[in-house]
């Protein structure tokens, strides 16, 4: 299997701009999780799907960020605008989810977001 | 509410020298935990899970883990670490494999 794949691995955009990240969970796998990486903050779960309808957003930041699954093998978070603060690592990872028995999350390698 | 504190940010240990990584929760039920590993440029690969049983659980790459519910913690262990072991390594604690909450890492440095 492929594993997780992101895309793009590196994004540098300026503030104000549209950006979008997108997920290809692994094949099979009905559960998504979008996560944000700092050095302040650490690894945060921002929104998480299963069989494509958000379950929980509480983590999302603001109205700025968005999130979608249009279907089980495509995902994008949406930052718009961009802020400086937003500059990140952004991890996508999924899980299969199973008679409501959830199993472990396998995670991408990231995209590293720079917001100038 | 729950969370993880890992009080070590970075450890610097010898190759061949034994390893201990902290990790202490605050969680309002039985606990789920888990130990991942992150190495540079990669996403977070999980080590090891406690759910329940025996608190001593084993993981890959010759790690295991403790549970001692009396002092809420976790901690990571290996007997003899390798230089491959330098990474980044995060406690995590939840109601299942779900919205995880993580601590904010411990890297650990491998020296010759």
Known sequence: DAGVIQSPRHEVTEMGQEVTLRCKPISGHNSLFWYRQTMMRGLELLIYFNNNVPIDDSGMPEDRFSAKMPNASFSTLKIQPSEPRDSAVYFCASSARTSGVEYEQYFGPGTRLTVT | AQSVTQPDIHITVSEGASLELRCNYSYGATPYLFWYVQSPGQGLQLLLKYFSGDTLVQGIKGFEAEFKRSQSSFNLRKPSVHWSDAAEYF??????????????????????
């Open chain 2, 91 to 112: 406690c995590a604690v939840g109601p299942g494999y779900s919205t995880l909450t993580f601590g904010k890492g411990t890297m650990l440095l491998v020296s010759p």
